[in-house]
């Protein structure tokens, strides 16, 4: 079936690193932009980061921007958001999700969402 999963998640101390994976099954994640999102307990889901399809430009949303980067492994249908510098308020469920274009930093026409990787940022 056409899938995304999630993984890489974990507990981490303030200041350290996570890399997030976005693995496809079933399509190809080359024809796709890909979209990162999180979504924190009580708090709205919000766009975190996009991946062309065309060229493999990244966008981020500001609260992030210096501390995460994007990369696209087409060879094993992944890709990737590398974070660092965690802070707390990164603490989230983060969910990857194809779709058609990034405008900016957010992801437009989603056809697959991922089931999310918990990411928790806590001394």
């Known amino acids: 079936q056409l899938q995304l999963v999630e993984s890489g998640g974990g507990l981490v101390q303030p200041g350290g690193s996570l890399r997030l994976s976005c693995e496809a099954s079933g399509f190809t994640l080359d024809y796709y932009a890909i979209g990162w999102f999180r979504q924190a307990p009580g708090k709205e889901r919000e766009g975190v980061s996009c991946?062309?399809?065309?060229?493999?430009?990244?966008f981020f949303t500001y609260s992030v921007k210096g501390r995460f980067t994007g990369s696209r492994d087409n060879a094993k249908n992944t890709v990737y958001q590398q974070m660092n510098s965690l802070k707390p308020e990164d603490t989230a469920v983060y969910y990857c999700?194809?779709?058609?274009?990034?405008?900016?930093?957010?992801?437009?026409?989603?056809?697959?969402w991922g089931q999310g990787t918990q990411v928790t940022v806590s001394s």
């Open positions: 991946i062309s399809s065309s060229d493999n430009s990244t």
């Open positions: 999700a194809a779709g058609d274009y990034c405008s900016d930093y957010v992801l437009y026409d989603l056809g697959y």
